[in-house]
């Protein structure tokens, strides 16, 4: 009786280890298909399908593409089934996506969703907690600095308001 529920433990652990790597396999594939999105926009805008200035999208994509490579490379040596490792994965999620709403501003709105929906493969409270605060200093990030710097309709305003 006591072989079996220790070895019914055992399983269990290698569930929850198991559980832990596939949903930071998941996060890593979300922040992978974002990064796909913000070079197929690139593209497209390097072509002159998309009229957006090509220098800020410059700054999306490459800015983005180099957290998720120095990101990347930690996922890649690091022990993905380590409970831990959902935050670390989460905060890197929230900076690519950060870099991506405060140069691009409102045409990436929808990107803002992508680390709470994230959060929610690993069911756990705390976890969802830790994404949501992060997502709300991303956010004041991105509304501030995207104003100035970004790529923001007020802007677009003021500087087509003056006579000829």
């Keep these: 009786m006591k072989i079996r529920h220790v070895k019914e433990k055992g399983l269990l652990n290698d569930y929850k280890k198991n559980s832990e790597e596939v949903a930071n396999r998941y996060v890593i594939k979300c922040a992978t298909s974002a990064i796909i999105i913000t070079f197929i926009v690139w593209m497209l805008t390097m072509l002159n399908v998309f009229l957006v200035d090509r220098t800020m999208i410059s700054v999306c994509f490459f800015g ?3 957290v998720y490579i120095l990101g990347g490379l930690i996922c890649i ?3 993905l089934s380590h409970k831990k490792m959902r935050y670390y994965i989460l905060f890197w999620l929230v900076v690519i996506i950060t870099i991506m709403t405060t140069t691009m ?6 990107a803002c969703l992508l680390p709470i929906v994230c959060s929610a493969m690993y069911c756990s409270k705390k976890v969802t907690i830790y ?17 100035y710097y970004g790529l923001c ?3 677009m305003v003021l500087l087509t308001t003056g006579r000829l």
């Design 64 to 66: 983005s593409l180099g």
């Design 77 to 79: 040596f690091g022990d």
């Design 105 to 110: 501003t409102f045409h990436s709105l929808l």
């Design 131 to 147: 994404t949501y605060i992060l997502m709300t200093i991303s956010i004041t990030i991105s509304v501030f600095v995207g104003y």
């Design 153 to 155: 309709d007020a802007n």
